[in-house]
Structures are given as C-alpha cells and as structure tokens.
C-alpha cells in the first residue's frame, strides 16, 4: 500500500514543501512506496515553490479511505485533516505546534513533535547522514519551508537550528537567501486572484477557546495595502464563511511582514473584546495595529481571550 504524506488542510508552504521532502526520504532512502498529496489548493507563495524547484503540484485530496497508512506533517490537529483521519493508519507524525489532542490510531506510532519554527528543520535532523543525499529540489523545498515558516528570520518562531540549516541549504544551492526570500514573498502578496472569502481560507486554522468557536486566519504580505484596501468587503465576507464552516467568527490578522506587525479586523463587539483582553490593545474604528505581532503559533493562538 503507498503511504499518503499530507499536512494540514489549507496548506502553506511548509504543509506543502514538508509532504514532498519527506515523501522523496521514504521512497529512495527507506524504500517505503509513498505519495505527496495536499489537503488543499496550495497558497501562492506554495505554488511559486512548487514550480520554481521543479516539482509537479501534487494531487489534491479531501478524504482518506479506512486503513489507509498516512503520514501526517505540519500538524496533529483533527480540525485541519480529513473527517475520517482516525479510521486511517496513521504510522507517524511530524510536527512543531503544540499538542491538541483527538487524534486516535491503530497501534504504536512515531511522532515527533519539537519547538523548532519548521518541520522540514526537524526532517533534516531525522534524516541523519542520509540528509546529505537530498537533490537539489528537496533541498531547495526545505529552505522554502524555512523561509517561509520564520518569515527570513523575522518571526518569534525563529531558532538558531533553523536559522544555520537554511543558510547551509542556501550556500549549498548557491542562492543569495534574502533575494530569494523577497521572490517568495512577492509571490505571496499577490492575492488579486482570490475571492474575499478565499482569502480568509487561504491560511487559517480552527481553534476554540472558551466554548467559541474561531477561525484564525492569518495573511503574512509585504504588501498589506493591498488586503487593506479590501478590508469592508472582506469583513463582509466574514458572516458567510462563519456559516458555511460552522464557526462563531472569523478572527483575521493581516502581518506586515517587512514592519513586523499586524493588523487585525476587528468589525464587532466580540472581536473588539478578543483584542483588549489577549493582546492588550484598544479599538477604535474597525481594526487595530499590533506591534510586534508575527505568529499564530506563538503569539496569537496561545493569547487567545474572550
């Protein structure tokens, strides 16, 4: 039976990068038939990677078939994987964000889950000496993910594991790390293609706190002008999303990747409240400016107050 690698539902460019690196590590390294595939269609930043490394975009699924061995990256989130993941197999798990729980499988299984800003930097490490048999491509998926994950370094999230594994990655591929990161995040600061509700799907994630449920979705641009200019119609767009997914609200936070910032919609009195008591910040109008604020996974999820 192939092995399916997939990571999390939207996926990014480590959910999308983190599949392929380690799909290539199971079949040519430990001779075990596996397959890349997504949950999702890929962002952009994602889709500019996938391309520029040479790689066919992989096969978009949305279920998986019972006794199917799987393994997960990137996430051990029920909400983010197919309905049916706990009638998989599910024979490992790669990850870096916290312990959320849910997940059930049919024996003893390898899971790694460590602080580091990447899965494809906790990949590396797994792989041991045979890292050093990567082609170029799954080298060049791996500093993407990096890239992409500590936002070149900016993002709280950043170590200095990750940090010496993508310079090693870049100087081994030849490639000037800040030019190609700025190529990455131009390509994922063109959002015209995408629909308001699209855009609030592209990178998010569900969370409950309290009994409430959110959809936290996150936007990283260097060129946040252009989700602002959008900002009463994509806070429109919030109560159809909220219906059709089942969550209470939308909370949406548009990272200024260059000012190492955030802006967050804040369109009613529940969002207004999520900003005073988890970040400390007053609203006036319908958005707020948050200083500082860069990760979902460390800064914002973690706060989360009602």
Request: glycine fraction near 6%.
């Amino acid at each position: 039976m192939t092995t399916l690698v997939f990571g999390h539902k939207s996926p990014d460019t480590d959910s999308t990068g983190s599949p392929l690196i380690w799909a290539w590590y199971l079949n040519e390294v430990k001779g075990v038939d596996a397959k890349a595939v997504l949950l999702g269609e890929p962002n952009t930043e994602a889709a500019f990677v996938i391309e520029k490394w040479g790689f066919e975009k992989p096969e978009i699924i949305s279920e998986v078939a019972e006794g199917q061995d799987v393994v997960i990256v990137d996430t051990n989130n029920p909400a983010e994987l197919p309905d049916a993941i706990n009638a998989a197999n599910v024979t490992a798990i790669i990850d870096h964000h916290k312990l959320v729980g849910g997940l059930e499988t049919k024996g003893p299984i390898d899971i790694t889950i460590r602080p580091l800003a990447c899965t494809a930097t906790i990949m590396y490490d797994l792989m041991g000496d045979d890292a050093d048999k990567m082609p170029d491509n799954i080298k060049g998926a791996m500093l993407s993910c990096i890239l992409s994950d500590t936002l070149e370094f900016r993002s709280p999230t950043t170590t200095d594991v990750d940090k010496a594994l993508a310079e090693k990655l870049a100087s081994e591929l030849n490639i000037n790390l800040g030019q190609y990161a700025s190529e990455m995040f131009e390509a994922k600061s063109d959002i015209s293609a995408f629909s308001d509700a699209e855009l609030i799907r592209m990178d998010s994630k569900e969370y409950e706190v309290e009994g409430t449920k959110f959809r936290v979705s996150v936007l990283e641009t260097t060129a946040p002008k252009l989700v602002l200019d959008r900002k009463a119609s994509i806070m429109e767009s919030f109560k159809a999303v909220e219906a059709e997914d089942g969550v209470d609200q939308v909370l949406l936070f548009v990272v200024d990747i260059l000012n190492e910032e955030a802006t967050f919609f804040a369109p009613n009195d529940l969002c207004k409240t999520v900003a005073e008591k988890s970040f400390g910040a007053t609203v006036e109008g319908d958005s707020v400016v948050l200083p500082g604020i860069m990760s979902r996974k460390k800064q914002i999820i973690p706060n989360l107050k009602v």
